[in-house]
């Protein structure tokens, strides 16, 4: 079954770059049959996607983010990762990626990593 | 953007009672309705996709209905591990989840 696992810093200041990658395991990247996703979750609120990449390219963004927000993947290291620019205190949150199966929704998730945005 | 709401916010049940969880989509999104369960310092976890249709090795007390704008998460014969809150999702356009209700045990 595939494992996905976020990874990256807990901490950034405000006004900085937030940058996580997802690592997967026992899965491809590569496989067109899935997209990856990024979503948050601020503790106690409900949880907002973020964007997704797929293998042939495509890449969604929410349109609330858009303009800070980059996905890409790696596909030599099995990675994909989200960069978010000018953070402030409302990007604090539990940042999970997952796969989403081309015709299902999300099926498979990362544990979570918590990202603290203060000084 | 469609907006998700869900009632109640919150419910206290006893086991083996039935429970029933609404989800409203703020404009028609077919059946592009799924429900999650999140239980503490965990990831959600997919119960039912596209309104209705189960999941492998969900318990079968969970079941989904609905269409249009309105749903239903019906949890028959509650157990102890049903403990958790509960999620619609839709993904019709920009993916978008409801605020949740969350499940405690009596």
């Known amino acids: 079954q595939v494992q996905l696992q976020e990874s990256g810093p807990g901490l950034v200041k405000p006004s900085e770059t937030l940058s996580l990658t997802c690592t997967v395991s026992?899965?491809?990247?590569?496989?067109?049959?899935?997209?990856w996703n990024w979503i948050r979750q601020p503790a106690g609120k409900r949880l907002e996607w973020i964007g997704r990449?797929?293998?042939?390219?495509?890449?969604d963004y929410n349109p609330s983010l858009k303009s800070r927000v980059t996905v890409s993947a790696d596909t030599s290291t099995n990675q994909f990762s989200v960069t978010l620019t000018s953070v402030t205190a409302a990007d604090t949150a539990m940042y999970y990626c997952?796969?989403?199966?081309?015709?299902?929704?999300?099926?498979?998730w990362g544990p979570g990593t918590l990202v603290t945005v203060s000084s | 953007e469609t907006v998700l709401t869900q009632s109640p916010d919150f419910l206290s049940v006893s086991p083996k009672e039935k429970v029933t969880i609404t989800c409203r989509a703020s404009?028609?999104?077919?059946?592009?309705l799924h429900w999650y369960q999140q239980k503490p310092d965990q990831s959600p976890k997919l119960l039912i996709k596209?309104?209705?249709q189960s999941v492998s090795g969900v318990p079968s007390r969970f079941s989904g209905s609905g269409s249009g704008t309105d749903f239903t998460l019906t949890i028959n014969s509650l157990e102890a591990e049903d403990a958790a809150t509960y999620y619609c999702?839709?993904?019709?356009?920009?993916?978008?989840f409801g605020p949740g209700t969350k499940v405690e045990i009596k």
């Open positions: 997952a796969r989403e199966p081309g015709d299902w929704p999300f099926d498979q």
């Open positions: 026992r899965g491809s990247i590569s496989n067109g049959d899935y997209y």
């Open positions: 990449i797929h293998a042939s390219g495509r890449i």
């Open positions: 404009q028609n999104i077919g059946s592009s």
């Open positions: 596209y309104a209705s």
């Open positions: 999702h839709q993904s019709r356009g920009t993916f978008t």
